[in-house]
T-cell receptor, first 112, second 111 residues
Framework: DTAVSQTPKYLVTQMGNDKSIKCEQNLGHDTMYWYKQDSKKFLKIMFSYNNKELIINETVPNRFSPKSPDKAHLNLHINSLELGDSAVYFC???????????FGDGTRLSIL | QKEVEQDPGPLSVPEGAIVSLNCTYSNSAFQYFMWYRQYSRKGPELLMYTYSSGNKEDGRFTAQVDKSSKYISLFIRDSQPSDSATYLCAMSAGGYNKLIFGAGTRLAVHP
């Protein structure tokens, strides 16, 4: 059983489009995250939610908007996609902020 | 200066070698330390989780934390080709503080 699952795995789209990435975890965790991994493999946090409440909001453009309908889901919507948004986006979850995080396999976003 | 420094490698070793991977950090508030393994086109997978200083062993893997030197290590004994991956250190001060990752070290174990 997949613990943290993201859809889609691959996303290829044109500059200026709006797209969404979905994430679901079946671990019963309270906290979920979105990370961005750039071409140099550097992993950086974007957002963190605890029980549907936004906890961490890094310096991310307003074009990125996370939404947590319940504590098992954290979706990421991106408006007006730009070339620099090309990266791998990872969703993760943990029991609490102090506990280890478990990652999905990523969504590879390519902007043409 | 980055909060967490990690040599990106690549590191190439023969099968059966002992591998040493390291990270240094600058924030003395860090007290939770993790090592993740990431295979190509996969998400990071937790290998070791340590709170505060000391050693932790799990099979062929040993994690060490030296808070006085702000230095953490991961040792892999009897390395196997299946250990070939990128290894990421990560650390946090706890509470609502974010997890900070190193840049990752790419390891190749050749038969």
């Amino acid at each position: 059983d997949t613990a943290v699952s993201q859809t889609p795995k691959y996303l290829v789209t044109q500059m200026g489009n709006d797209k969404s990435i979905k994430c679901e975890q079946n671990l019963g965790h309270d906290t979920m995250y979105w990370y961005k991994q750039d071409s140099k493999k550097f992993l950086k946090i974007m957002f963190s939610y605890n029980n549907k409440e936004l906890i961490i909001n890094e310096t991310v453009p307003n074009r990125f908007s996370p939404k947590s309908p319940d504590k098992a889901h954290l979706n990421l919507h991106i408006n007006s996609l730009e070339l620099g948004d090309s990266a791998v986006y990872f969703c993760a979850s943990s029991q609490s902020q102090d506990q280890p995080q478990h990652f999905g396999d990523g969504t590879r976003l390519s902007i043409l | 200066q980055k909060e967490v420094e990690q040599d990106p490698g690549p590191l190439s070793v023969p099968e059966g070698a002992i591998v040493s991977l390291n990270c240094t950090y600058s924030n003395s508030a860090f007290q939770y330390f993790m090592w993740y393994r990431q295979y190509s086109r996969k998400g990071p997978e937790l290998l070791m989780y340590t709170y505060s200083s000391g050693n932790k062993e799990d099979g062929r893997f040993t994690a060490q934390v030296d808070k006085s030197s702000k230095y953490i290590s991961l040792f892999i004994r009897d390395s196997q080709p299946s250990d070939s991956a990128t290894y990421l250190c990560a650390m946090s001060a706890g509470g609502y503080n974010k997890l900070i990752f190193g840049a990752g070290t790419r390891l190749a174990v050749h038969p």
